[in-house]
């Protein structure tokens, strides 16, 4: 069983957005990838919900069912989904959902966000999925001019010319251009956001054990990246986990991959033993941050 629902952002925006409701167990968020409509998470959420959980799944500004009729001169920044999409959705499930433990599983850029909504800090359980800094440096030798010239030249030129960035280029959704060229100026960046004017403390008040999840042949997401971003939250116990096709039994797994129902018996059950059940896991590691909880190995 679901329900459509409109959700306010932190600033009055109306999100569009899907209650799944399962028991009266823990409530998950699912954030996005960039570009990516909440419809794409939808068997992931279903199947949750059957294991006891209430999934709630949502568009970001400029996306999906929370875009304007008009995307030209629609105004929205990147950090606005994290600070106001992301914030105005943990009020909505704390508001509706009392007393309910919030767990969040961010998907892409839906980890990178995190620590910009400030109720974050309620969250009791997070699973990343290809989280990532976008810094096109990270990436290897081989993909990086094609990297460079996206953030560079292809992406803020159009975004100009256009209007907005036309899905069609690559990135799924038309994305609003501020988004665009906001999320370019990051990339450029050694430093991602955190060289921008984006507040970042949030991230080292993040406390809630941190499952993170990246794969051998994620183009968009390789593992220095993914281990980059997962140093800013410094205070969560994080575990990673980087795993390729052959030791999940499968061709490829890539950016997206994870969603598919074909990983149900095992992706989504490690996944579902995390955010549901935390008293079945063994602790997790005594200090934060990524070295605290990684080991040798494709499994921490």
């Known amino acids: 069983m679901h329900d459509a629902v409109r959700i306010s952002a932190a600033d009055g925006y109306a999100l569009g957005g899907t209650v799944f409701d399962g028991a009266r167990g823990p409530v998950v968020v699912v954030n996005g990838a960039t570009g990516v409509r909440q419809r794409y998470y939808a068997r992931f959420a279903h199947w949750l919900a059957d294991e006891g959980a209430t999934v709630v799944t949502y568009d970001y500004r400029g996306i999906g069912e929370s875009r304007p009729h008009r995307l030209r001169g629609f105004s929205a920044r990147m950090r606005d989904w994290g600070q106001l999409d992301l914030e105005g959705v943990l009020r909505f499930v704390h508001g509706v959902f009392?007393?309910?433990?919030?767990?969040?599983?961010?998907?892409?850029?839906?980890?990178?966000?995190?620590?910009?909504?400030?109720?974050?800090?309620?969250?009791?359980?997070?699973?990343?999925?290809?989280?990532?800094?976008?810094?096109?440096?990270?990436?290897?030798?081989?993909?990086?001019?094609?990297?460079?010239?996206?953030?560079?030249?292809?992406?803020p030129i159009t975004s100009k010319a256009v209007g907005y960035f036309p899905g069609q280029l690559g990135i799924g959704e038309h994305l609003p251009r501020g988004v665009a060229e906001e999320w370019a100026r990051w990339c450029r960046s050694e430093g991602y956001f955190t060289d921008d004017d984006v507040p970042t403390d949030g991230y080292a008040r993040v406390t809630a054990p941190l499952l993170a999840w990246s794969f051998?042949?994620?183009?968009?997401?390789?593992?220095?990246?993914?281990?980059?971003?997962?140093?800013?939250?410094?205070?969560?116990?994080?575990?990673?986990?980087?795993l390729s096709p052959r030791e999940l039994g499968v061709k490829r797994v890539g950016h997206f991959g994870f969603f598919r129902e074909c990983f149900r018996d095992s992706l989504w059950e490690d996944a579902a033993s995390w955010l549901l059940r935390p008293a079945m896991l063994p602790p997790a590691a005594s200090a934060g941050g990524v070295k605290a909880a990684e080991r040798d190995g494709s499994r921490a």
Do not use: N
């Open 98 to 155: 009392p007393g309910r433990p919030v767990a969040v599983i961010g998907h892409s850029v839906g980890g990178q966000l995190l620590g910009l909504a400030p109720s974050i800090t309620h969250v009791a359980r997070v699973v990343t999925v290809g989280a990532q800094s976008g810094y096109w440096g990270h990436w290897p030798l081989s993909t990086k001019v094609a990297f460079a010239s996206l953030w560079y030249g292809v992406m």
């Open 216 to 242: 051998t042949d994620d183009g968009y997401a390789p593992r220095a990246a993914v281990d980059w971003l997962h140093r800013l939250y410094a205070s969560a116990p994080v575990v990673r986990r980087h």
